[in-house]
């Protein structure tokens, strides 16, 4: 039952916060399997992995789809990538013992809490919408063109097959901060990109090792998908860098408590 009660809070709350900021929600999910349900660090990551098989982002794109439409071809090219560099990051996983994979995930997530408390690095900038292109900062540090958008596709793919997330957690920030990509159009492609099923490359090296728990994929997708439409309609009306601080400070204590953890256990 605790379980089942469990399962159903993470679902339901990374669903919402998931289309809010246009991210997967994975590292909460995993964070959560393994410090709250008990499961071990690569199963949690597979089966994570598994849960992003199914559209988990489809009601996300439908309020995004007036931006999304604009980015098809970086969403073709985002997609490509990820599936191709996901099976790399799996291998790398089974490459380290879980203790170390385990550390490493909790400095992922204290990285990932950082960035997103700073201001600069998640804060969209407040120019209007372009209705006929992807809005970017002429000023932005790299160029957004698709060579670059297969780059970082391909390392988001391999950190995605690593650790067991998708695109966005990582994907929206480096997005705004680095490419100047306007927060709708970030949160759009990266809802786009988790469409398809972009971690089949992972998943079948985490199935192969058995380290995918099935029914608790259906039931976090499940919930997951119920929850991402009403989450993703009011991010698009609200300024969510507020928001993206709260996550950063979430990030931040659990990479802290996984870190910690594997280390006293190892």
Not at 164 to 177: D, T, Y
Not at 240 to 264: E, R
Request: aromatic share 8%.
């Amino acid at each position: 039952m605790f379980d089942i009660v469990v399962l159903v809070l993470l679902g339901s709350f990374i669903g919402f916060t998931g289309g809010y900021a246009g991210i997967g929600g994975a590292p909460f999910l995993v964070a959560g399997l393994v410090l709250v349900a008990g499961v071990d660090q690569h199963t949690a990551q597979g089966t994570i992995l598994a849960v992003m098989l199914g559209p988990m982002s489809l009601t996300g794109v439908m309020v995004m789809w007036d931006r999304v439409k604009l980015l098809l071809t970086e969403i073709i090219i985002g997609v490509l990538a990820y599936a191709i560099c996901s099976n790399l990051g799996a291998r790398l996983a089974y490459a380290m013992p879980t203790h170390i994979l385990e550390v490493c995930f909790g400095v992922l997530l204290i990285g990932l809490g950082f960035s997103y408390l700073n201001r600069n690095a998640t804060k969209g900038h407040a120019a209007k919408l372009d209705p006929a292109k992807p809005t970017v900062k002429p000023s932005a540090l790299l160029a957004f063109n698709l060579w670059n958008v297969a780059v970082l596709s391909c390392l988001i793919g391999v950190f995605g097959g690593l650790f067991g997330i998708g695109a966005g957690v990582l994907m929206v920030p480096i997005l705004i901060s680095l490419f100047g990509v306007h927060k709708d159009d970030a949160r759009s492609l990266s809802l786009a990109v988790l469409l398809p099923p972009v971690s089949i490359g992972a998943v079948i090296e985490y199935q192969s090792r058995g380290n995918i728990d099935w029914k608790i994929s259906a039931i976090i997708f499940v919930l997951y998908f119920a929850t991402n439409y009403s989450g993703a309609r009011m991010g698009r009306s609200h300024d969510t860098s507020m928001f993206m601080k709260v996550m950063g400070g979430i990030l931040l204590a659990l990479g802290c408590i996984v870190g910690g953890t594997a280390l006293a256990g190892g």
